[in-house]
Each structure stands twice: as structure tokens, then as C-alpha cells.
């Protein structure tokens, strides 16, 4: 078992930034992918970013290239979501989680991962 919990959130202006965290416990994260995901109000849950624990590989949706930046610490069993240029349509629930160390499939999809964190609160005021 992999036991998620987020932290970060919270209100931001547009344009602003914010970082939000995932600590893990339970399991080592090594052999899987963490991904990140949001889900705003009245929508379905939308994958945001992931990143390969063993290989490094990152994965980032369209949307978010080039302003997102998801990154690891495996000392600290933690993985990073750091979050430029925020716009007010990004608001929503964002949710960390854990794949099983034999995953198979595409990280895009949330039917990949097993594990989830509670959510953690993103507003962002235009």
C-alpha cells in the first residue's frame, strides 16, 4: 500500500505560481509513475503531469507544457508539482498519484494508477 497526501494549494492570482507536494508512505515509489491530475467542478478529472520514478521520463499534458514542471526527490518519498503562469480555468482539485511498481499502460490515463491522495485545493482569481 502507498499512502498519498497532497499540500500546496490555495488561492493564487492569475499569472502567480504555486508548488504543490505529495509526500508517500507506506511503499518505495521506485519502479512506478507518479502522476498528477485535476478535476474541476462538474468535470471529469483531467491528467495534468507524471513522471517515471526509475527512469526519469516526464510526461506533461498540452495545456500545461512548458508552464508545469513535475519533479521527485526520492530521499523524501516526494513528488513535486511546481506551477507558473497560473490561469483561472485551472482551478480545480488537484490530486497526486501512484501507479503499482508492474504498471502497464498509458500515463495519461487515471485507470492506470492505484494509488490516490486526498486532493489538494487550487484557486486561481482572476
Known amino acids: 500500500q502507498v499512502h498519498l497526501v497532497e499540500s500546496g494549494g490555495g488561492l493564487v492570482q492569475a499569472g502567480g505560481s504555486l508548488r504543490l507536494s505529495c509526500a508517500a508512505s507506506?511503499?518505495?515509489?521506485?519502479?512506478?509513475?507518479m502522476g498528477w491530475f485535476r478535476q474541476a467542478p462538474g468535470k471529469k478529472r483531467d491528467f495534468v503531469a507524471a513522471?517515471?520514478?526509475?527512469?526519469?521520463?516526464?510526461y506533461y499534458s498540452d495545456s500545461v507544457k512548458g508552464r508545469f514542471t513535475i519533479s521527485t526527490d526520492n530521499a523524501k518519498n516526494a513528488v513535486y508539482l511546481q506551477m507558473n503562469s497560473l490561469k483561472p480555468d485551472e482551478t480545480a482539485v488537484y490530486y497526486c498519484?501512484?501507479?503499482?511498481?508492474?504498471?502497464?499502460?498509458?500515463?495519461?490515463?487515471?485507470?492506470?494508477?492505484?494509488?490516490w491522495g486526498q486532493g489538494t485545493q487550487v484557486t486561481v482569481s482572476s
Open positions: 507506506g511503499r518505495t515509489l521506485s519502479s512506478r509513475v
Open positions: 513522471i517515471s520514478i526509475s527512469g526519469g521520463s516526464t
Open positions: 498519484a501512484a501507479t503499482l511498481p508492474a504498471y502497464s499502460g498509458s500515463v495519461y490515463y487515471d485507470t492506470l494508477y492505484s494509488y
